[in-house]
Nanobody, 127 residues
């Protein structure tokens, strides 16, 4: 069993920055990908960003391209999400997710394809 612990959320003004972290409880070399999804009140969960653990290819939702950067630290079994130029519409609970084993390009943005989830961290952006 793998546990993901995500952290780093908080309250920030529009235009500010936050960095989220997600630490896995065991080595991640068997993971196909780790990423972030978010869910705002009354809305469905949506894809934010993902990184393939082997190769490091990154993918972003159009709404965050150019503002968010995902990265990983293999030695620490941790993935990060650097969020810059935050907007009020980025307000949501952000969840880390991990896929054990292979994942197709098609499924990278599909939350149902991920095996493990963090507990979520609240990000609130004030206008």
């Amino acid at each position: 069993q793998v546990q993901l612990v995500d952290s780093g959320g908080g309250l920030v003004q529009a235009g500010g920055s936050l960095r989220l972290s997600c630490a896995a409880s065991r080595r991640t070399f068997s993971f196909g990908a780790m990423g972030w999804f978010r869910q705002a009140p009354g809305q469905e969960r949506e894809f934010v960003s993902v990184i393939r653990w082997n190769g490091g290819n990154t993918y972003y939702a159009d709404s965050v391209k150019g503002r968010f950067t995902i990265s990983r630290d293999n030695a620490k079994n941790t993935v990060y999400l650097q969020m810059n130029s935050l907007k009020p519409e980025d307000t949501a609970v952000y969840y880390c997710a991990a896929r054990y084993g292979y994942i197709s390009d098609y499924d990278l943005s599909n939350g149902n394809a991920y095996n493990y989830w963090g507990q979520g961290t609240q990000v609130t952006v004030s206008s």
